[in-house]
Nanobody
Framework: QVQLVESGGGLVQPGDSLRLSCAASGRTFSSGTMSWFRQAPGKEREFVAGVTWRGGLTSYADSVKGRFTISRDTAKNTSDLQMNSLNPADTAVYYC?????????????????WGQGTQVTVSS
């Protein structure tokens, strides 16, 4: 059974940075992808960023390009999301999710496992 634990969320002011972490367990993550999604109140869950376990190729939503950086540690089965220049529109619960796809799916229906999420609130 795949287990995912996100951490690192919190309350920050506009312009601040946060680093989210995701610890994955339950299977070998030597292939496929790891992605971060977010869901704001009253909105659908949306793709934020993804990375391939093999090769470290990345993909970002347009709304976070240049501000967020996703990384992965294949030895530790972890993924981090460095978020800079945060603004109130980034407020959401952030989730990590692995997939077995060779490329990074941006549609949440391609993912079978989700963590419990970590709340990020950006407010002055």
């Amino acid at each position: 059974q795949v287990q995912l634990v996100e951490s690192g969320g919190g309350l920050v002011q506009p312009g601040d940075s946060l680093r989210l972490s995701c610890a994955a367990s339950g299977r070998t993550f030597s292939s496929g992808t790891m992605s971060w999604f977010r869901q704001a109140p009253g909105k659908e869950r949306e793709f934020v960023a993804g990375v391939t376990w093999r090769g470290g190729l990345t993909s970002y939503a347009d709304s976070v390009k240049g501000r967020f950086t996703i990384s992965r540690d294949t030895a530790k089965n972890t993924s981090d999301l460095q978020m800079n220049s945060l603004n109130p529109a980034d407020t959401a619960v952030y989730y990590c999710a692995p997939s077995t796809c060779a490329s990074i799916p941006t549609n949440g229906i391609r993912y079978n496992y989700w963590g419990q999420g970590t709340q990020v609130t950006v407010s002055s």
